[in-house]
T-cell receptor, first 114, second 113 residues
Framework: ETGVTQSPTHLIKTRGQQVTLRCSSQ?????VSWYQQALGQGPQFIFQ???????GRGNFPPRFSGLQFPNYSSELNVNALELDDSALYLC?????????????FGSGTRLTVV | AQSVAQPEDQVNVAEGNPLTVKCTYS??????LFWYVQYPNRGLQFLLK??????LVKGSYGFEAEFNKSQTSFHLKKPSALVSDSALYFC???????????FGTGTRLTVIP
């Protein structure tokens, strides 16, 4: 069973608003990534954090930002929401170490922008 | 640049028959390859990975995948399909030194009773 929990599970926001999505990773998982999965698409990489610093970013604008905390929790913040931001947002974490470690995904937050 | 192709949007197979879900990739250097499954309104569940070693990788729920370097493929297989295997399957690649997984567009598997 997954050790990554995300909240809330569903969220409806109005265009132009701001939203914060939360993720709690397993103990020892120092690396956390966020992905956006639009309807009918594969997940797309937003960014990754390692020990509270962003260390990788996909093709997403700066209004997508994040935070990682020492207690293995993290946040994804999206400002100035657009209709196209409607998607399933997935948090994934993995322990620090060799490349052999796979990512554990949470169940996601379904964001609807109206 | 890295890319993943899942050429079939939909695969239908009869229960008890073998199944194959295809995946080809393009990446610089040695690839790290993954298969994930997604059930409705759920996140991604890890099935298996290839990092190095034997080309045939065995994973969860009886699934396996074969890494073929010359064909740059990593097809997912199962000898005998179950109705409960019906789901959306994603192939993903991580390039050596990269921070992220790059996913294909997914293949919807339907196992017909």
């Amino acid at each position: 069973e997954t050790g990554v929990t995300q909240s809330p599970t569903h969220l409806i926001k109005t265009r132009g608003q701001q939203v914060t999505l939360r993720c709690s990773s397993q103990s020892g998982h120092n690396t956390v990534s966020w992905y956006q999965q639009a309807l009918g698409q594969g997940p797309q990489f937003i960014f990754q954090y390692y020990r509270e610093e962003e260390n990788g970013r996909g093709n997403f604008p700066p209004r997508f930002s994040g935070l990682q905390f020492p207690n293995y929790s993290s946040e994804l913040n999206v400002n100035a929401l657009e209709l196209d931001d409607s998607a399933l947002y997935l948090c994934a974490s993995r322990p620090t170490g060799g490349v052999g470690y796979g990512y554990t995904f949470g169940s996601g937050t379904r964001l609807t922008v109206v | 640049a890295q890319s993943v192709a899942q050429p079939e949007d939909q695969v239908n197979v009869a229960e008890g028959n073998p199944l194959t879900v295809k995946c080809t990739y393009s990446v610089s250097g040695n690839p790290y390859l993954f298969w994930y499954v997604q059930y409705p309104n759920r996140g991604l569940q890890f099935l298996l990975k290839y990092i190095t070693g034997d080309n045939l990788v065995k994973g969860s729920y009886g699934f396996e995948a074969e890494f073929n370097k010359s064909q740059t493929s990593f097809h997912l297989k199962k000898p005998s399909a179950l109705v409960s295997d019906s789901a959306l399957y994603f192939c993903a690649v991580r390039a050596s030194g990269a921070n992220n997984l790059f996913f294909g567009t997914g293949t919807r598997l339907t196992v017909i009773p």
